[in-house]
């Protein structure tokens, strides 16, 4: 079992920053990869970005790469994910999602949320414009 606990959301003004921090707890050593999802009212969750925990690969969605950074700190178990430069379109819930792996080693992380182990109970975050 993995426990995440996400926290950091709010609102902001476009334009603006937030930092999302995540802390892991529970099989930690299992973990393989830890991501962002985000939903936004009356949509489908989508990827936002990953990260993979041995190596600090990462992987971004289009609409958020320059923007975003995620990040890891592997001593506390967290992963942040700084906003800058945020956009209305990024008004949604944040979830925080850890992957366990398999016996295949990938070069970087997935965008898939099927696998995606665990989840968090998300964040809420609103850019107003």
């Known amino acids: 079992q993995v426990q995440l606990v996400e926290a950091g959301g709010g609102l902001v003004q476009a334009g603006g920053s937030l930092r999302l921090s995540c802390a892991a707890s529970?099989?930690?050593?299992?973990?393989?990869?830890l991501a962002w999802f985000r939903q936004a009212p009356g949509k489908e969750r989508e990827f936002a970005a990953a990260?993979?925990?041995?190596?600090?690969?990462?992987r971004y969605v289009d609409s958020v790469e320059g923007r975003f950074t995620i990040s890891r700190d592997n001593a506390s178990n967290t992963v942040y994910l700084q906003m800058n430069s945020l956009k209305p379109e990024d008004t949604a819930d944040y979830y925080c999602?850890?992957?366990?792996?398999?016996?295949?080693?990938?070069?970087?992380?997935?965008?898939?949320?099927?696998?995606?182990?665990?989840w968090g109970q998300g964040t809420q975050v609103t850019v107003s414009s």
């Open positions: 990260i993979k925990r041995s190596s600090g690969r990462t």
């Open positions: 999602a850890a992957d366990l792996g398999t016996t295949e080693d990938w070069p970087y992380p997935s965008s898939n949320s099927n696998e995606y182990d665990y």
């Open positions: 529970g099989r930690i050593s299992s973990l393989y990869a």
